[in-house]
């Protein structure tokens, strides 16, 4: 798990909390809900948790779309995906 600073943004709605947490080193950012009771320590933890995971997640489709192909024979790096879910055509 990383140990680097993190940047910490709350907005509070109603009973819960919206946080957005920053990777002071690369920028990377997440956010997750938590409820208003949630300790500081356990939200810290949740944050780093999350940027690692995705870190992890980001890495393991860098990999795996080198070397995936389509169901008809083209590169899937051929089929350009904007994060949305849908094919950009």
Same mark, same amino acid.
């Given at each position: ?7 910490? $943004?709350?907005? =509070?709605?109603?009973?819960?909390? $919206? @946080? *957005?947490?920053? +990777?002071? %080193?690369?920028?990377? $950012? /997440? ?8 300790? =500081?320590?356990?939200?810290?933890? /949740?944050? *780093?948790?999350?940027?690692?995971? @995705? ?21 899937? %790096?051929?089929?350009?995906? +904007?994060?949305?879910?849908?094919? /950009?055509?």
């Amino acid at each position: 798990m990383s140990s680097g600073s993190i940047i910490l $943004e709350y907005a =509070q709605i109603k009973n819960a909390l $919206e @946080v *957005r947490a920053i +990777d002071a %080193d690369d920028g990377l $950012e /997440i956010s997750f809900i938590a409820p208003v009771s949630t300790p =500081q320590e356990e939200i810290d933890l /949740i944050a *780093r948790r999350k940027l690692d995971w @995705v870190r992890r997640r980001n890495a393991d489709r860098a990999t795996s779309s080198d070397e995936k192909t389509t169901a008809i024979g083209r590169h899937s %790096d051929d089929i350009r995906r +904007d994060g949305r879910r849908g094919i /950009i055509v």
